[in-house]
């Protein structure tokens, strides 16, 4: 299997399953503009978890001291020249939320143009529960932030927001 | 002085009185004055020599004890580099200087918020960010149904003043360093003032929305910041505290600025209204009156709260370098002293250590004694 970043700087990959067990993390270090070859099969034999099971994040950095949002590089699987399409983020909350939703704008433009917000459909979560964002990336291959909201199941009250930003292969810098 | 001195200078003085009578006699031979004279000279040497040696002797059996006498001097007078400390008070304000980069928040405010001295405005919503670059704004005010301050980033080496009033708590955040950044959110119907001299803006949040609010200029962090303040006013009837927590201060000072009567000025006053200081390396429990200066220096707290309501409650534990207590003009340092703490801390090793010591000296000295004696 191919892996590679939709991202013009270097990321830490992380694989892990998107379930509660068994327990199995990869860190790899995935360079800019090229492709990273694993052999799952191994592990997926051993532990009994399929391809769709996993989840793969690139970390270019993570939240840093002046309060920007953490940017992550969407990892493309497969061969190089894959169109750009979506992103799927999954998202898992820490207490018990009626609704979750999120929206999206450039990066690089301070803020403004935000998309509406849209609700995840069943998105009325237990705690520790698991969504999937589908975000559509832009086609002309620049960044986005991304906005997630959830209100809590509980009084009512809005969590605080989950930030973060998708590099592209084409961003600018903000 | 012993026998054997007094047996000497007798025989001395019989020699001296014998040898003056057969002087005055005047037909005395002259081999037998210089027989009594040569005597006197003999008794002479070896009574300086007993003196000398007694000296020495005398010498010799005080150093032990000067020696002990000194290393409790000492213990007794040096205060211990770091104390122990549990602290539970209330004050009206306090300034803490944060040595570290320091998060404040996520911290739901129930409140309406007020910040003043951010040089940028950031915001997912265009109409904030356009009022802020048409005004040039450096302060903005929120009211909305829902307020939370996500965070408050503070750079290292920055003060943080905290005070509270009867309808509001206030934060004050000076710093040599840049960014000093505040990020709120909220929720609901909102009405913000962006800039002093706008007219208020009406905005809707069926979901949340974000600002974020940035004094000094990240790219040259060596520029400081102006003075940040976040205003936090209670709304009618609400009186829900303003929890704080997670900090690390180096430094606590209790100070407030009163106002004088008209033409006097302000003047800094001690801002505690009470509290209690227990020091668990002596066992002391203080009690702090309403007034008392209170100064607490190289601070490591394992624990440090500000409940901020009307007053604030202040609960540290954890240990300093340096804590100073004043009342009126008297100020004291309450760092115990060595022999204070370990009279505290390891009495049993006290005891036998002293004991040990103590068997040591007198042995010492008896062995001198017997000495002197034979």
Known sequence: ?174 | MSPHDDRLNAQRSTLTNALAERLAAGDAPLAELRDLQERIKLLDGVIAEQATRDQRRITALLWPLALVGFVLLVAASVPVPRVPLSLTLKASAVQLDLAEATLLGPLAVNADIRVEGFSTLESADPILVDAAAREQADSVSVQAAEMRLRALRLPAGASLGVEARRDAVTLLVESARAPVIAELEMRGTATLRVGDGALPLARDYPRSEWMRLVAGDAAKPAQAPPLVSLTLARRDGENVPLQISALKPTRLRFLERREGAVGEGSALASSLLGGTLTLPATGQTLALAAGDGLALDGLRPERFEIVAGTPLLIELSGSASGLRQRVGEFERSLKPSWLEYVSRHHLTQLLWGSAAVLWGALAWVRRQIGVFKS
């Open chain 1, 1 to 174: 299997m191919q892996l590679r970043l939709d991202s013009k700087s270097a990321a830490r990959l992380l694989v892990q399953p998107q379930r509660s067990g068994p327990f199995y993390r990869v860190d790899a270090v995935l360079p800019a503009g090229q492709a990273l070859a694993w052999d799952a099969a191994p592990m997926l034999a051993a532990t009994g978890l399929r391809l769709v099971d996993l989840g793969f994040l690139g970390i270019v950095h993570v939240a840093a001291s002046s309060g920007e949002p953490a940017l992550l590089a969407p990892v493309v699987l497969g061969a190089a020249g894959s169109e750009r399409g979506v992103a799927t983020a999954v998202v898992r909350v820490s207490v018990a939320v009626s609704s979750v939703a999120w929206r999206s704008y450039r990066l690089g433009t301070g803020g403004g143009l935000a998309s509406d917000w849209v609700t995840l459909p069943a998105s009325q979560l237990f705690a520790w529960q698991r969504v999937a964002v589908t975000i559509p990336l832009p086609v002309d291959g620049r960044g986005l932030l991304v906005d997630v909201q959830a209100v809590g199941a509980d009084d009512g009250q809005a969590l605080p927001l989950l930030r973060f930003a998708i590099d592209g292969a084409r961003n600018v810098a903000p």
